[in-house]
């Protein structure tokens, strides 16, 4: 099979590539990482209202561009290249895809085409952090009370939980064995308290939620009860596959960073690129970069296509991609040698990067062992 971005999706990307080369320099990702907020917000109101990057993924009845996963794919690999800082994979990656999992739902109607247009700030808490394992979702129960839900307990792990005008809350019925439920808690709502974490990569800000008995109505249920807990795992694995996208992404840059170094490095009277043991870092890091470039290019089609295999094929992808764009940030370091960790250059921007998203979202080894397990040669303890 011969894959190929059709000529739309190729001036996606190449209007993406264009306008972060000109919005989201390495200065402005410095200056976003200063700010209180964590990005600047006339760059996210250009990605929302004037491109429509936000909406790309909703459908047009939902105010959306009515595209999929491939077109979001190819919106973010250059999003990883320029180590865009700003609350896109949140909103688009994490609480879009939760929501889309049940259309027709009040809250669904409400929320998705704010999103759409880059209005309002949305995001996921799951407990998907480290492992991601299901028992982390435990932290957080519910309980009926008349009409109303009533929530309590924290997740210590929230991606752009400080900024978000709303969280879609992964929480477990208060009585033993009940079903997991996805409710929309608005970031207003009495009872709701956020702590800003301090974090290694500073281009992306996580936040500490405490619920302390939030009430929301019937209405901000996402679907019904019964089906919250296969919502969230083919959410959880749609952002995976999106997280797989941004990390080919930064690792392409830094294999870029890395040659373009080596071609003007000079020592011993010739460019360090002309040394074999620089070579040898360089073709690596390409024959790394290619192979994520298809594992996540692959599960890119998977899920738009609603293969069967999704969970599988974006655990490869994760699992392969976040090794790839870590070994390329490392060898990249190397190769800039010291310098690579001061701050005028990018490099140790994007080992950050590469190092804290290897865990998010599940770590390869927890990817692999899932893998293994629906293979039937192991299981996930």
Known sequence: ?????????????????????????????????????????????????????TGVAIPEALGGAGLGMVELVALLEPMGEALL?????????????????????????????????????????????????????????????????????????VLDGGTADVVIVAARAAAEGGPLALLAVPAGAA??????????DQTRRFAALELRDVRVPATALVGDEAGGAERLERTLDLAAVALAAEQTGGAQRCLDLAVAYAKQRVQ????????????????????????????????????????????????????????AYFRCAADALQIHGGVGFTWEYDVHLHLKRARSMEAWLGTPAWHRERIASAIGLGGIS
Not at 88 to 107: D, W
Not at 290 to 304: D, F, H, K, L, N
Request: glycine share 10%.
């Open 85 to 157: 800082a700003a609350p896109f994979f949140a909103s688009v990656c994490l609480a879009a895809p939760a929501l889309l999992g049940a259309p027709g739902s009040a809250v669904a109607r409400e929320w998705l085409p704010a999103i759409a247009e880059g209005r309002a700030i949305a995001t996921l808490a799951a407990g998907a952090a480290g492992e991601r394992a299901r028992a982390a979702t435990d932290s957080i129960a519910w309980r009926r009370e008349r009409a109303d839900y009533v929530l309590a307990g924290r997740d210590g792990f």
């Open 191 to 200: 009872g709701v308290e956020r702590r800003a974490l301090p974090t290694m």
């Open 268 to 323: 011993f009277g010739r460019p360090i690129g002309s040394f074999q043991a620089i070579k040898h870092k360089c073709a690596d890091g390409m024959v790394q970069v290619e192979t994520a470039r298809s594992a996540a290019y692959y599960a890119g089609c998977a899920a738009a296509e609603g293969h069967d295999d999704l969970a599988r094929t974006a655990s490869l992808a994760k699992a392969w991609c976040s090794e």
């Open 1 to 53: 099979m011969h894959f190929a971005f059709t000529e739309e999706q190729e001036e996606l990307r190449a209007q993406a590539r264009g306008f972060l080369a000109e919005h989201v320099s390495s200065e402005a990702v410095r200056r976003a990482m200063a700010s209180e907020a964590g990005f600047e917000p006339e760059v996210w109101k250009r990605l929302g209202g004037e491109l429509g990057w």
